[in-house]
């Protein structure tokens, strides 16, 4: 952790409590340097102090929940709180993940319109590239995309998750994805950009089917 990741969460934590005061619950830092704010309303007026603050600081938007939105939410998109819960820190407040639960159906549900959706997505944008810097923007957004994937995989298959993204990509899924370290590692050259385009498709059609057969 850098310290200027740590001021930067330290001075949004500072200015939240100083305009929210007792609506704000928890400042929470994941994925090194993404941020969740919990407060127990998010009505208009709460929204337009937050968004003023936002403005004045030229901080990019944390994810805003409220108390409440938070439970209701991890039952609908439990891969994105599971992911959070793999590396955390608290920043300010209390810490509302320590006993969030997930329920396998729920997140295998999650994991395979995920997949599906990423698997038509990738189809369609490998259609419309045109330039050799569109695939390689196209292979770059893969890896964002597929650690949250990874993580539910895990956890579908009742195995640990790792706390690095390198660790949570290069699990054992059944299926060779050492290709996303390649790509996390940013060693792609530009006459494997539809090669690697190949190998992701695969991967995807793979992993549907492994999901397929948890549900």
């Known amino acids: ?14 200015s939240l409590k100083n305009e929210l005061g007792d609506i704000l619950v928890s400042v929470i830092r994941y994925e090194r340097s993404e941020y969740l704010v919990v407060a127990e309303n998010l009505n208009f007026h709460t929204l337009k102090i937050i968004k003023k603050l936002m403005q004045e600081q030229n901080i990019s938007f944390p994810l805003f929940l409220k108390r409440c939105g938070v439970l209701k939410a991890c039952d609908v998109f439990p891969m994105e709180f599971l992911n959070m819960k793999v590396d955390y820190e608290i920043i300010y407040g209390e810490d509302i993940l320590k006993n969030l639960s997930f329920k396998k159906e729920h997140v295998a549900r999650e994991l395979e319109f995920e997949l599906r959706t990423k698997l038509i997505t990738l189809r369609q944008a490998y259609l419309n590239a045109k330039t050799a810097e569109e695939m390689k923007t196209l292979i770059k957004r893969a890896i964002p995309t597929m650690r949250p994937v990874c993580a539910g995989l895990l956890f ?41 385009i190949k190998r992701l498709i695969e991967m995807l059609e793979k992993l549907i089917g492994d999901v397929n057969e948890v549900i």
């Open 1 to 14: 952790m850098t310290n200027n990741t740590n001021d930067r969460g330290m001075e949004l934590a500072k």
């Open 156 to 196: 579908v298959s009742g195995r640990e998750i790792p706390g690095t993204t390198e660790q949570i990509l290069s699990a054992d899924y059944g299926i060779d994805m050492q290709i996303l370290n390649k790509i996390n590692r940013e060693e792609i050259k530009e006459n494997e950009f539809e090669y690697i």
